[in-house]
């Protein structure tokens, strides 16, 4: 496991969080490209995000669908299916995660990228519709396949195979990662955390309902995304209302809070790079990109398979996604989290001393935090760590310090003795050995949004965590059936329809396995590769602008949905 966290460490640092310096700062190239290629979109189709987000609604419901269109699924089906991907842990672990290290601040810049990512939904959806192919043989004959590794490989001509194919393989790691193995960690973390259930369990059941459901094909996944996905939504959107009217004291101050940090932080709770600017933004990217999915590229293969012959029409609808992903149920659940006070609160908690989200960090003298692998056993007097310098490694959870350790949960006997990191147990000056210590620790993920429904709906009960409980499971399951999709549309491409067996069964074994890795791990795995498939997509999308701008002015020109009102 160490060996795992060292390498996702540099892959972090070398791919994710590599950038321009500037000031000082360091400027992440993957910002750049995502908020530069989403603005110059913007700008090219003249605010579309804007002025056709209406029409994308009416176009959603129904209003205008053919049966006889080329394709397997409806508009809203294609449209629940891509959303069952996007609204899910992103929006309740993905936003406390962002607010943890980046501050509120970091909910700011999440908006900015779901603002930019609505042209770029609409542009990669547009040209995946154009670009889709027929399927001839296998269990698939008949269907539609499409997404960016058709667009590359179509639009750009067969020398740029080569970036299609990248395109594809990562991609289809990605779905290992992002879309299933952080989605079976949430809900094992969240079934851990509220009724004590080991992991693997967790990680058992979630995989044999997501493999009862991929092994049916599209059809099947876009049924149950159909009724999974409005009503996963509707229960936690209601929840978080809730959370949010309770507290309507606290909105305005909230938005103050939100605003100021986003361009003067504070940083957030784990400290990294305290008062930094960039930091902040970073993480409201980041997570912004993995809550909308806008520029990955997943996306546009739901949609491609939706029952139109108008590629614009499908890309009106994608622009949707972003606004109820990011601008509408990201925002409940930052304001939740804000609102609550519980995104800068401890807890009382069960420090595990061999594992779980266990850490090393080192307090500068500048208040930010460092990683640092300890050299030896930590001494620990009455609870408080004896060496607190700025080179001495103090135990963390949720990469924080724990200020005072206790042996008893009701934390009434500070913990005096050593601890040995690298056997994962602590031994007191009484000859005692302890595998886990008691303290007030923070939350992160989706601990800590339960945490705000919680606290946010107390005076109606001790229940309010339960929703947050409720819609992890569904959204993660969600989320894993639909990301099992994209990926074996990457394996089709890849190495043609007998691949697509082969992956859902990977895709599964995959799903039991993330449940039981650390969650900053499987976590920052995610980050690495969203990273990476950016990169092919955006590029492709930069080059076939053109094309998207031609198509859309024809399109709302001729105005073919009027044939069918």
């Given amino acids: 496991m160490e060996f795992l966290e060292q390498v996702t460490a540099f892959l972090t640092t070398n791919i994710v969080e590599r950038g321009i310096p500037v000031g000082g700062e360091n400027i992440p190239f993957m910002v750049l490209i995502l908020l530069g290629i989403g603005g110059y979109l913007t700008l090219r189709l003249g605010f579309i995000q804007l002025r056709r987000l209406g029409h994308g609604a009416a176009v959603a419901t129904g209003r205008y669908d053919d049966p006889e269109d080329t394709g397997d699924v409806t508009h809203f089906q294609a449209l629940t299916t891509a959303l069952s991907a996007t609204v899910g842990i992103g929006n309740i672990a993905g936003v406390a995660i962002a607010i943890h290290w980046g501050g509120p601040g970091a909910l700011f810049w999440m908006w900015v990228t779901a603002a930019v990512g609505m042209a770029t939904k609409f542009s990669e959806v547009t040209l995946a519709q154009k670009y889709r192919v027929a399927e001839t043989e296998g269990e698939w004959a008949g269907t539609v396949s499409g997404g960016p590794m058709y667009y590359i490989e179509r639009g750009l001509g067969p020398k740029w195979k080569w970036m299609a194919v990248f395109f594809a393989f990562v991609l289809g790691i990605t779905a290992f990662l992002t879309g299933n193995g952080i989605q079976a960690n949430t809900v094992a973390d969240n079934m851990e955390t509220v009724f004590g259930i080991p992991v693997w369990i967790s990680g058992l059941v ?93 996306a546009p293969i739901a949609h491609s398979a939706a029952k139109t012959e108008e590629p614009v029409s499908e890309g009106v609808v994608a622009l949707l996604e972003p606004f109820i992903d990011t601008i509408i149920i990201c925002t409940m659940t930052g304001l939740a989290v804000i609102m609550t006070g519980v995104w800068n609160d401890t807890f009382e908690t069960e420090i595990t001393l061999g594992g779980g989200d266990l850490s090393y960090r080192v307090v500068h003298e500048s208040g930010a935090l460092s990683d640092a692998l300890p050299t030896g056993p930590i001494r620990i007097d009455d609870g408080v760590h004896a060496n607190r310098s700025s080179e001495d490694p103090q135990i963390s959870w949720h990469e924080v310090p724990v200020e005072q350790l206790f042996v008893d949960a009701q934390q009434t006997r500070p913990f005096s003795g050593m601890v040995d990191p690298v056997a994962g147990l602590a031994t007191g000056d009484d000859g005692q050995t302890y595998g886990s210590l008691y303290g007030m620790a923070v939350e992160s993920g989706a601990p800590l949004t339960m945490a705000a429904f919680r ?63 650390p969650l900053a791990v499987i976590w920052d795995m995610g980050d690495v590769f969203l990273g990476i498939v950016i990169w092919p997509n955006l590029i492709a999308l930069g080059l076939l602008a053109p094309q998207v701008v031609e198509m859309t002015r024809d399109y709302f020109e001729r105005k073919p949905w009027l044939s069918t009102d």
């Avoid at 003067?264 to 912004?288: I, Y």
């Avoid at 074996?488 to 039991?512: E, I, Q, W």
Wanted: net charge positive; hydrophobic share 55%; glycine share 14%.
């Fill in 455 to 517: 606290r946010g709906l107390a005076p109606l009960g001790d229940w309010g965590h339960y929703i947050v409980v409720i819609s992890v499971l569904l959204f993660a399951i969600s989320t894993a059936i639909s990301w099992s999709y994209y990926g074996d549309r990457c394996a089709n491409y890849l190495f043609g329809s007998k691949a697509v067996l082969p992956y859902k069964m990977a895709f599964v074994v995959t799903h039991f396995i993330g449940a039981t890795l």
């Fill in 206 to 298: 979630t995989s044999a309902v997501v493999a009862l459901v991929i092994l049916g094909g599209i059809s099947r996944i876009g049924r149950v995304t159909g009724i999974l996905a409005p009503a996963m939504a509707g229960v936690y959107v209601l929840g978080a209302l809730a959370v949010i009217l309770m507290n309507a004291g606290e909105i305005l101050p909230t938005f103050g809070l939100i605003f100021s940090e986003a361009f003067n932080p504070s940083a957030g709770v784990a400290g990294t790079g305290v008062g930094a600017f960039l930091v902040t933004l970073m993480w409201g990217v980041r997570r912004g990109l993995f809550s909308n999915e806008a520029g990955q590229g997943s």
